[in-house]
């Protein structure tokens, strides 16, 4: 029996391979080509869809609950403190895409709580790495290079983000420091699964609210946002383009800001090698010296919003 439970799971997965040969998914963020891709794939859908539903569903019921049966979610700080955290959690559990998505609301002040809005955060600073044999081994199969001793110096993991995380290290021919961006396995696979599901998540909760409450639909559209700029993340080779384009014309326009150099050589879809620069977050500066910083950063917004034509969300 248990053989023959092995061989239907095989054939199945085979169905699912076969599909993969008729669609890949897209380098660049588009619906249909991600709809294409995933349709033809149903097991994976559907266990993804219920990983989703275990993590979610006790949150919405536990929402409804203190929301409009004890009437305590509005009135009862601890009661909303305890549904923040307990989201963050669920979030931190499902992946990427979601702590992504939570990073994404944690700067939306018109749609969260101040106290889910702290909570969120959080998630930018609490992202599990990967271990570091698996994401120095993604470099190697991206740069060719067998022996990354002979390229990189010291390299030491310093940050880890949603979609991936930096090394620190020096380039053995000159000695300058660099930061290697390597981003996690197989992730545009499971970033754009999640980024399937939420749209048809997105499109359910549009419909409920529209029917039984006043506020308008708007999330399949903040989906929509969300997913095309987030996808567009997983291109590092754009990313560096857009580093390298920036870099140049904030220089033609005396704009005083420092971009990182890009190392081409070093570069490819999913490692991003730059210039290392060491600074200090806006955040824990002292006041003096972000008085001394407003006008540069007015400067560059409007430059690249009404010269360059062009925004830099990263800057």
Known sequence: MEHGSINAEHAYNNGEEDASSRATLP??????????????????????????????????????????VFNTLLTDSVVQQQHAAHLREALTRLGPAFVKAGQQLSIRPDLVPPIVLKELQKLCDTVEPIEDAVALQVIRDELGIV????????LQ???????????????????????????????RRVFSLDLYLLQHIGVVVDIFTSTFTNQP????????????????????????????????????????????????????????TTQWIDGVKLADSPKERIRQLIPVG????????????AFHAGM
């Open 27 to 68: 380098r660049v963020y588009d619906w249909h080509a991600l709809t294409e891709f995933w349709a033809n794939r149903p097991l994976s859908t559907a266990q993804r869809f219920g990983q989703i539903s275990y993590h979610l569903f006790p949150r919405a019921v536990a929402y409804i609950r203190d929301r409009y």
């Open 147 to 154: 022996d990354l001793d002979a390229v990189f110096g010291n």
């Open 298 to 309: 007015v400067e560059l917004f409007l430059t690249q919003l009404l010269d360059i034509g």
């Open 157 to 187: 993991m310093v940050a880890s983000a949603s979609l991936g995380q930096v090394y620190k290290g020096k380039l053995k021919t000159t000695g300058t420091e660099v930061a290697v961006k390597v981003q996690r396995p197989d992730m």
């Open 217 to 272: 639909p708007f999330h399949k559209p903040l989906h929509e946002s969300f997913a095309s700029g987030s996808y567009s993340e997983l291109d590092y080779e754009q990313e560096a383009a857009n580093q390298i384009r920036f870099k140049r014309e904030l220089a033609e326009r005396r704009v005083p800001v420092v971009i990182p150099l890009v190392y081409v050589d070093y570069t490819t879809e999913k490692v991003l």
